[in-house]
Nanobody
Framework: VQVVESGGDSVQAGGSLRLSCEVS????????MGWFRQAPGKEREGVAM???????YYADSVKGRFTVSRDNAKNSMYLQMSSLNPEDAAMYYC???????????????????WGQGTRVTVSS
């Protein structure tokens, strides 16, 4: 299973960005896909998750600003980010697993497959 993120860039505060994640290989291993981010000196935190069964979750810090979606035919996931602020700057990672319980959607340990990350920089 290979996970590849793209779309990271440097933007001004208030701007928007769209991240993409594509999973190749055993597609049933990506029934749930999540976005995580990690800023320097901080722990990796869950940003959003979407599963093929329709479950979608967001971190409180991004609700109303970020939208996660997926294209099952392409085994891909997207994160549309708007109203970005400097606190959103981080390395963003895509993660995938065959099944993630609701209670653990934001737990990095619940995901078996990870990408290398794509960097988002937000300047004020």
């Amino acid at each position: 299973v290979q996970v590849v993120e793209s779309g990271g860039d440097s933007v001004q505060a208030g701007g928007s960005l769209r991240l993409s994640c594509e999973v190749s290989g055993y597609t049933s291993s990506s029934a749930c896909m999540g976005w995580f981010r990690q800023a320097p000196g901080k722990e990796r935190e869950g940003v959003a998750m979407v599963c093929t069964d329709g479950r979608t979750y967001y971190a409180d810090s991004v609700k109303g600003r970020f939208t996660v979606s997926r294209d099952n035919a392409k085994n891909s996931m997207y994160l549309q980010m708007s109203s970005l602020n400097p606190e959103d700057a981080a390395m963003y990672y895509c993660a995938a697993d065959g099944w993630v319980p609701t209670s653990r959607w934001a737990d990095p340990r619940a995901y078996a497959h990870w990408g290398q990350g794509t960097r988002v920089t937000v300047s004020s």
